[in-house]
């Protein structure tokens, strides 16, 4: 394979406490052909894996940051991605991102902080496929979409400090399937994820460090494939009745760092 891209980028900070980055550009991957005789018996030579076939993509970018004041600072990403796969037949057709996040943080004391964070993200690819080189095509349209939303605390007290953090996540899956133009949709799947955490730490010396750590976890699975599929629920299906993945953890740990050794820090005028 070979790749080629060209982009542009344009930085605007019309002040000091703002800045906005903007990049846009196409890019290109070119794939030889197959060899068709190094093919295995009853290979299909139409079908590529998706990170070695013909693409072509255009982008944009987005990276900005504002820090209205010296307490409090925001950040912004954003991409949206076009994938066109121009000379494929049978597997990856097109694709679509779009994405978009931002982080905010507030430091009313050197010793506290604040942050919280969030993100959308929503992908779409359309392919094809054919059950044998007589069969006619059929093609299966994906639309996943991620949610995530996160929030925390860091606080410091002489040898004392603390973290709290909280993250939060879902996302949403919906696929159909069919004749060409003609899709069934399947059920949707979902989902979520929760983690929580909180840390304390005490510095006993500058060489022995302490920290006491619970942290909560909880993943639950909506997964029409698997759940309630036992082993004879499903006429012609061998199944061993796996479910979906969903855990739900509990978790206190206790460490300690210890750093042997002096380590002293010197600074001369004129350097760093």
Request: hydrophobic content about 40%; proline content about 3%; cysteine-free.
């Amino acid at each position: 394979t070979e790749d080629g891209r060209t982009y542009g980028r344009l930085k605007l900070t019309p002040t000091a406490k703002l800045s906005v980055t903007l990049k846009g550009g196409a890019a290109h991957r070119q794939a030889r052909g197959i060899d068709l005789s190094l093919l295995p018996v009853n290979e299909n030579p139409l079908i590529a894996i998706y990170n070695l076939s013909n693409r072509d993509r255009d982008f944009f970018e987005l990276d900005s940051t504002w820090a209205p004041t010296e307490k409090v600072s925001i950040a912004l990403q954003g991409l949206f991605a076009n994938d066109e796969y121009r000379r494929s037949q049978l597997g990856l057709l097109s694709g679509t991102e779009r994405r978009l996040g931002a982080t905010a943080s507030w430091a009313p004391k050197p010793s506290l902080s604040f942050y919280g964070d969030g993100g959308y993200q929503v992908r779409k690819t359309l392919q094809a496929g054919e059950f044998s080189s007589a069969s006619s095509l059929w093609q299966a349209a994906v639309e996943d979409r991620y949610w995530n939303a996160g929030a925390g605390v860091h606080y410091v007290r002489k040898a004392w400090e603390l973290n709290l953090d909280y993250a939060h996540a879902m996302s949403a899956g919906d696929t159909g399937v069919g004749a060409v133009g003609v899709l069934a949709a399947f059920p949707q799947l979902r989902t979520r994820y929760d983690n929580a955490s909180a840390t304390l730490g005490y510095n006993v010396s500058k060489a022995l460090k302490l920290r006491l750590r619970y942290a909560y976890q909880n993943y639950v699975t909506d997964d029409w494939a698997l759940d309630n599929v036992g082993p004879a629920t499903v006429t012609n299906l061998l199944s061993l009745g796996a479910p979906a993945g969903t855990y739900n953890v509990n978790l206190v740990s206790l460490s300690f760092t210890y750093k042997f050794g002096k380590t002293e820090t010197t600074a001369k005028a004129g350097e760093e």
